[in-house]
């Protein structure tokens, strides 16, 4: 079956612009969970949605959100960007908030200029 | 100082060696994450798990809940078995990541 799909897989981007990403989870999977990697601080969970609800954020600022979509893709949004939001950004899939079992895309690599 | 550390930071070992990477947390859990990520990025679950042990293939992992402390070991290593292997602590819906451990096996 197809894995979680993320696009695009490489981004550059200036400085005070908006950014969307898209994850696409493994059918039947309802829970999206995203994630920020960068060389400083490492892997950082952003934020959480199961059935279009978020359900968990993790410490970052409002510029980052995120909504889920009733076929469950979700998006994740990122406004004003900075040039500390060059990271790599991961979306995870599981069927369940919570419970483990995540499939991880292959990320979207984002660079701020 | 972080709630999840991971030790060694950076590993080298010959192929066929046993490998032990450690990681302990300062925060109750509902569970842990072993998660293996490649050069290319990419991240793949091993295992995760909330008590005793598990084991798929060449790679088992431990956890002492009591200890808050867990150990993911490879037998036989591989230079394919080469990636950063992060542990992440599962505390109500929210995962912290340790900082990785680099493993290299050299043939």
């Known amino acids: 079956k197809a894995g979680v799909t993320q696009t695009p897989r490489y981004l550059i981007k200036t400085r005070g612009q908006q950014v969307t990403l898209s994850c696409s989870p493994i059918?039947?999977?309802?829970?999206v969970s995203w994630y920020q990697q960068t060389p400083g601080q490492g892997l950082q969970f952003l934020f959480e949605?199961?059935?279009?609800?978020?359900?968990n954020k993790g410490n970052f600022p409002g510029r980052f959100s995120g909504r889920q979509f009733s076929n469950s893709r979700s998006e994740m949004n990122v406004s004003t960007l900075e040039l500390g939001d060059s990271a790599l950004y991961l979306c995870?899939?599981?069927?369940?908030?919570?419970?483990?079992?995540?499939?991880f895309g292959s990320g979207t690599r984002l660079t701020v200029v | 100082k972080n709630e999840v550390e991971q030790s060694p930071q950076n590993l080298t070992a010959q192929e066929g060696e046993f490998i032990t990477i450690n990681c302990s947390y300062s925060?109750?859990?509902?569970?842990l994450h072993w998660l293996q990520q490649h050069p290319g990025g990419g991240i793949v679950s091993l295992f995760m798990?909330?008590?005793g042990k598990k084991k798929h293939g060449r790679l088992i992992a431990t956890i002492n809940i009591q200890e808050k402390h867990s150990s993911l070991h490879i037998t036989a290593s591989h230079p394919r078995d080469s990636a950063v292997y992060i542990c992440a602590a599962i505390q109500d819906n929210d995962m912290r990541f340790g900082a990785g451990t680099r493993l290299t096996v050299k043939p």
């Open positions: 949605y199961f059935s279009e609800t978020q359900r």
């Open positions: 798990l909330s008590s």
């Open positions: 925060v109750g859990i509902s569970a």
């Open positions: 995870a899939s599981s069927l369940v908030v919570g419970n483990g079992g995540y499939t």
């Open positions: 059918s039947g999977h309802r829970s």
